[in-house]
């Protein structure tokens, strides 16, 4: 092994002091009987310590200092049935073996993931009252939608091939199955907060989960409140206003994640465009009467038939924008997203997001062609509002609607390519 300077040493010592008095002050709060602050601190240092040794003694150096620190706990856990403690618990002394071997951990690994790992632990701990909250809303309902989770990204997932099975080198069963998992993993984050919430949820917050569910399943919903009376049309109108705002936000989220390098250029156009939206959520707002328009009932974005559904969707606007690509050029491009975003925009978002990572396509056309599909989308909405809401919230939203429209058109045409 590499011998461990004296500043490495330092810094990486002084670091596990500190993260072993940040989880002894929270164990220290909870009253906990076999560790406090100073015994957090002092098995923190102790693992760091023992992993210097190893590196010049040898790997058993760390295994018996590992296997000193759990006797000691279990003689303390013995101590305490001893004393009459009937459940004793173990949160503390896992914490304990958890710390000595971060403290070895922050000695020979990766600082960054060792001090994210020793941070997350005081959290854990901590937050252990809303966690419990937490798991006592959730019904088994909301259990399924965890666990279907779990299998799509842990079990079906890693199984999945990673290559290619086209003429045109992009359908990938690997890479389109993790653009499920995010966009599924997108509407989970919402479908948790929403449970959390409830009928809490406020008129903005009720737009900004819904956009995070999804936004047209959001319109449907509120158009047909407003027009069997479940509420004024003016709520029905914000909440879909701000629903679609958030869609440049999933937009944004779903290019950093698949093209990081096209964010430079994809970026301050689509910021441009939320912060447009935004603006006309706000005015919105502002002309609203007083009152409020509770969620309605969300579905659960989980569903295996939802997620087989959106990779095939995927799949298919992926080899069409690779196929538009190489025969039409970025101008076949703009038609498919016209088509696909009337459904979605998040398949678009992704497979153009694909080509741009790949060097196919410029970032310049990608913000382009999913700013056209964004379009189609809103006037789907708006066809949705009028069509399910009625004239009254048709009325409401065109305006604002057509303003925003109008602001992507002159983007696309307007901005200046870098």
Known sequence: ????????????????????????????????????????????????????????????????????????????????????????????EVAVLLMFG???????????????????????????????????????????????????????????????????GVLNPRQIWLMVVLIVGIGLGGYVTYKLLGDRAGTALAGLLGGMISSTATTVSYARRSRFGDGPSEFAAVIILIASSVVFVRVLVEIAVVAPGSLSVAAPPLLLLLAGFVFLSVVAWSRRHAGALGMPEQGNPTELSSALAFGGLYGVILLATAAGQEWFGSEGLYLIALISGLANTDAITLSTAHLTQEGRLEPSTLWRVVTVAVISNLLFKLGIARFLGGRMLFRRLLPFYAAGILGAIVLIVGWPDR
């Open 102 to 168: 971060l403290g070895a951990f922050l000695v020979i690994g990766p600082l960054e993931l060792g001090i994210a790992a020793g941070g997350t632990v005081a959290v854990l701990l901590h937050a252990k009252d809303r966690l419990q909250r937490l798991v006592d809303h959730m019904g088994d309902q909301d259990v399924t939608a965890i666990m279907r989770f779990v299998l799509l990204t842990l079990v079906i997932l890693p199984v999945l091939p990673d290559r290619t099975f086209d003429p045109l």
């Open 1 to 92: 092994m590499q011998e461990l300077s004296l500043e490495h040493l330092v810094v990486r010592i002084g670091i596990a002091l500190g993260l072993g008095l940040l989880v002894g002050l929270q164990r220290e709060r909870s009253d906990a009987t076999i560790a406090g602050l100073r015994t957090f601190a002092l098995v923190t240092v102790f693992g760091g310590i023992a992993a210097v040794l190893s590196v010049e003694f040898g790997g058993w150096v760390l295994a018996a200092a590992f296997l000193t620190v759990a006797t000691m706990v279990v003689m303390g856990n013995v101590a305490k049935l001893r004393a009459g403690f009937r459940d004793p618990g173990i949160t503390t």
